[in-house]
């Protein structure tokens, strides 16, 4: 029977298959092939074997390479079809070449008619695999692949199996097997070709399907030679060999690729409608009325064939119009899901878009807002000032910068809730005030403690006026929670100028605000040009300071303390120079406040503490001298200062009681009471360790006399105001204020030092008040410490002890 396997890439076509259209070669070649068998088969038995093994060995051959190039072999249809096409080359070369053509083997023909139908089933379960990979309903493609079935037998029960059954002279088995390989090849055709229509005509469905037609031309053509008596003849063998080509330029066609991915059916449904009124139209009448046109005399069989075809038909049909009508109500229900889906999406995307122009907003404000007090912030104050300052107003703008004058303490000392709660209050205060400006002023915060207020036209006076509304507002005392706090403001005010942009403002407005906190805070202070020239000049020196332990610019200069009674060198106040080597000397009350500002003192304290413990080393134990050396606030509020101090005194072996630390009444006292607590447990522990502690300034700080009983205090050092009254009236006053600081340093048991004495009539004074120390120029000015050990050996001022 038909020889049913897949289609091989012949030896002669495996060359051209390697080329882009490989396909189309090994079709050509395999089909002149097929044309030139029935002549070759027609000479023996033994050519006709051996074509019918090279023809379908080659379709085994493209089969195998077409599953492998495109990698179908994770398709259980193709594995299928591969399976078919390698037991019918088998059978084709075992049991019909060998087994009967060569050997006669009695059993081998009824092998290989079982092994036929075996390919024939292989080939039905792997188009069943195929459509049931095809989009859309399953079992739609099933009837469907039924009603073209049923139309097609029909006819083709009339005109090919009546005669087969009639005049073949079969019977029993070999009449069934006759029968079985058409009825399967209406089945396979009614499924290539459904796959086919729904899958907008695939190349490599198109050949499949072919091969099918061929298949059913081959099986036709054989069971009407079977009806006439003859053997099978050159079409069905044509059509067989044909099948097995097309079969193979299927498996090596590119769009196989796309077997594994077969599309949703795109037959519209009149076209499928159409088809079937067709086939349930013709089949009955080609059956009914076929016969008697080409003379053939009808069997009473054929009809009862018919009708009972045609009642199949119309059951089929029924079926499919009861599911076409199921998939559409379906499809409608799911419209309608779709279409609330929608619907709520719709809805719930406006709700989004809503939340997201929502979201934008606060953005956008939050982008230009400070999130603590709603203030403007910096970039939209930035922009103000722009505006202002491109605008063509009568005046130009102004701009106050105001900072809460030490405003971190209340952070350290109540925490920052409470320092928010206070900053939001002050933001109320001025935000109330500036509502009461026509000018509509904008109010921003620009971080921290620091506010600033933008007037967009304002002349200087109406600026200075607000700024002295703005120190009376925020002086006034503030409730939080059950505490009741205080505060002070300092304001830069640039007003009467126009800057070149707003950075320029803002940096001169800075300007003005930093000259109000060093002149003593809770002020306004006015910009000026020579502000800017300060500020550069401060800049310069600052960054010079920065390099001048690094160039060897710094050196210690040491002032002796002197006994007022016997003469003698008491001390050594070690006093930080800077020479930079390419100007003048700068003194010292200048360069320290902005070595303070930069946060430098804590290096150069470092510094100078260790080359005045190395210089005094020697003076210490030569001539018994103790070494006095400032000390900063930030280096006491160090944790590791006390612990690098001793090391240092240590390291240069110099005792501690030779050491006197010199602080100023702000170190202790202007500080957090938490701050206050810790400075003084450092200094009690040095102390401790014999470090002596000396008040510097005293008088000109805090001078709160009932801290003396509690502070870490040795010595107190006398401010030379006290010894140099600016006034003859003042003389008197400044005497018995001398008098009483003396008195009372002697009954707390503490030892004095009086500075700046200038003259010996001073110091004649300050012995019959009983002052124990002075120092001053009298003496001897600091000196380099090369001129230290004449200025201990020579002691020129000894005929000024009283």
């Keep these: 029977m038909s020889r049913t396997s897949r289609g091989a890439e012949s030896a002669a076509g495996s060359r051209p298959v390697r080329e882009p259209r490989g396909w189309l070669a090994y079709l050509l070649l395999g089909g002149a092939l097929v044309l030139a068998v029935p002549p070759v088969a027609a000479v023996s038995p033994l050519l006709d074997a051996l074509c019918w093994i090279v023809l379908q060995g080659s379709s085994l051959a493209a089969v195998i390479v077409g599953i492998r190039r495109y990698g179908l072999g994770r398709l259980w ?15 084709s070369t075992l049991l019909w070449g060998v087994g009967w053509t060569v050997l006669r083997l009695p059993g081998a023909l009824i092998a290989y008619q079982g092994a036929t139908l075996l390919v024939y089933g292989l080939g039905l379960a792997a188009l069943t695999l195929l459509g049931l990979r095809t989009g859309g309903s399953r079992w739609a493609g099933l009837l469907d692949s039924a009603v073209i079935t049923v139309g097609v037998a029909m006819p083709f029960w009339t005109f090919f199996i009546t005669p087969v059954i ?9 009449l069934a097997f006759a029968l079985a390989t058409p009825v399967m090849d209406l089945f396979m055709l009614g499924m290539v070709l459904r796959m086919a229509s729904d899958n907008g005509r695939a190349p490599w469905l198109l050949l499949l399907s072919a091969s099918y037609v061929s298949l059913l031309v081959a099986d036709g053509a054989y069971l009407l030679d079977l009806a006439e008596g003859r053997p099978y003849g050159a079409l069905s063998m044509i059509a067989w060999l044909g099948w097995a080509i097309l079969v193979g330029g299927s498996a090596l066609h590119p769009s196989v690729a796309s077997s594994g991915r077969l599309r949703a059916p795109v037959v519209s449904s009149r076209v499928r409608a159409a088809t079937f009124l067709t086939l349930a139209l013709l089949g009955p009448l080609v ?12 069997d009473p069989r054929d009809g009862v064939t018919t009708i009972c075809l045609t009642v199949l038909l119309a059951v089929l049909l029924v079926l499919r119009l009861n599911l076409t009508a199921r998939l559409a109500e379906n499809r409608a229900l799911t419209l309608d899901h779709q279409a609330h889906r929608l619907a709520t999406q719709a809805d719930d995307l406006a709700t989004a878009l809503h939340h997201q122009e929502r979201l934008r907003r606060d953005l956008a404000h939050r982008a230009s807002h400070d999130p603590l007090t709603g203030l403007a912030n910096r970039t939209l104050l930035t922009g103000a000032l722009d505006a202002a300052l491109t605008a063509r107003a009568a005046a130009p703008p102004a701009l106050l910068l105001l900072d809460l004058d030490d405003f971190k303490d209340v952070n350290d000392t109540y925490g920052h809730p409470v320092g928010d709660d206070l900053l939001m209050a002050v933001a109320g205060r001025l935000r109330a005030l500036a509502e009461t400006i026509e000018a509509r002023p904008t109010l921003a915060r620009l971080g921290g403690d620091e506010f600033a207020l933008l007037l967009p036209a304002a002349t200087t006076g109406t600026a200075t006026a607000l700024a002295h509304r703005i120190l009376t507002t925020l002086a006034r005392p503030y409730r939080i929670g059950e505490r009741e706090l205080h505060l002070t403001t300092s304001i830069g005010i640039l007003t009467g100028l126009v800057p070149a942009g707003p950075t320029d403002a803002l940096r001169d407005a800075d300007l003005a605000l930093h000259t109000a906190k060093a002149d003593g805070k809770n002020q306004a202070t006015l910009f000026h040009p020579d502000l800017r020239t300060a500020r550069l000049h401060q800049i310069t020196l600052a960054t010079g300071l920065r390099h001048a332990r690094a160039r060897g610019e710094l050196t210690l200069h040491y002032q002796p303390v002197v006994n007022l009674a016997t003469g003698a060198v008491h001390a050594l106040e070690a006093l930080l120079r800077w020479t930079p080597a390419s100007g003048d000397p700068v003194p010292p009350a200048v360069f320290i406040p902005i070595a303070e500002d930069t946060g430098l003192i804590t290096d150069l304290g470092h510094w ?13 134990h030569r001539h018994g001298t103790a070494l006095t050396v400032n000390v900063s606030g930030r280096q006491l509020r160090d944790p590791a200062f006390p612990r690098t101090l001793l090391h240092t005194l240590a390291r240069h072996h110099l005792p501690p009681h030779a050491l006197i630390l010199e602080i100023t009444e702000n170190t202790l006292l202007a500080t957090t009471p938490a701050e206050t607590r810790r400075i003084t447990a450092l200094l009690t522990d040095l102390r401790a360790h014999g470090v002596r502690i000396a008040l510097d300034d005293f008088g000109t700080g805090y001078s709160c006399l009932s801290h003396l009983r509690t502070l870490p205090v040795d010595i107190l050092k006398i401010d030379r105001s006290f010894t140099t009254p600016p006034t003859t009236a003042d003389r008197h006053r400044t005497r018995a204020f001398t008098e009483a600081i003396l008195q009372l340093s002697t009954s707390l048991g503490l030892d004095a030092i009086v500075e700046g004495v200038e003259t010996p009539g001073q110091a004649a004074a300050l012995h019959r008040l009983g002052a124990p120390h002075a120092q001053g120029h009298l003496f001897s000015p600091p000196l380099p410490a090369a001129r230290i050990d004449d200025l201990l050996t020579t002691t020129p001022w000894k005929h000024h002890a009283a």
Excluded: K, N
Aim: net charge negative.
């Design 77 to 91: 249809a193709w594995r299928l079809i591969g399976a078919a096409v390698t037991l019918s080359c088998l059978a």
């Design 287 to 298: 059956s009914s009325l076929g016969p008697p046109v080409l003379g053939i005399r009808p």
């Design 166 to 174: 009639d005049h073949s002279g079969y019977a029993g088995v070999e």
């Design 608 to 620: 100078a503490l260790d080359q005045a413990v190395t210089d005094a080393r020697h003076w210490y």
